[in-house]
Each structure stands twice: as C-alpha cells, then as structure tokens.
C-alpha cells in the first residue's frame, strides 16, 4: 500500500514537472506567432512581452493545479490512515 501511494506521489509530480516545462513554452511561443502577431497584428516586440504574460498566468495556473491536487491526495491518505 505505501509502495503504491509513493507510485501515485511521483506520477503526479512528473506529470506537473513535464506540464510546468512545456505548457508555458508552448504558450509563449504560439501567441506569440499566432494570437499577437497574426490575429492582432502587434510588433515584434510587443508580442513578446504578451506572451510573457500569457506563459507566467500559465505558470501560476499549473502551480496552483498542483497545489490543489495535492492538497486534496494528502487529505484523501491521510482520512485513509487514520481509518486504519
């Protein structure tokens, strides 16, 4: 049992250290191209200073989904050993 909730610990923490390195990446660079300079028009240089924007609320966004899950995984283990 505690071999396997050390299995689901570290699934969540790869799963979120690959979507922390990526997803803002991916965001900067394709609002950058597509959104604010294609759609909207911008310069060069101001779209790179809103698609930082765009990849730091994803940041935050990522770490407070993390936080969340877990969160609600140590409340849920914990209620789970104290039924034991």
Not at 23 to 42: D, Q, V
Not at 46 to 69: E, G, K, N, R
Request: glycine share 6%; proline share 1%; charged share 15%.
């Amino acid at each position: 049992r505690n071999e396997s909730s050390l299995a689901s610990t570290l699934e969540t923490l790869l799963f979120f250290t690959a979507l922390i390195i990526t997803l803002p990446i991916g965001l900067h660079f394709t609002t950058k191209s597509y959104a604010f300079e294609g759609a909207f028009g911008m310069a060069n240089r101001d779209s790179y200073f809103y698609a930082a924007i765009v990849a730091v609320v994803a940041v935050h966004v990522v770490l407070a989904l993390f936080v969340y899950v877990a969160w609600n995984k140590g409340s849920r283990q914990w209620c789970e050993g104290k039924q034991d």
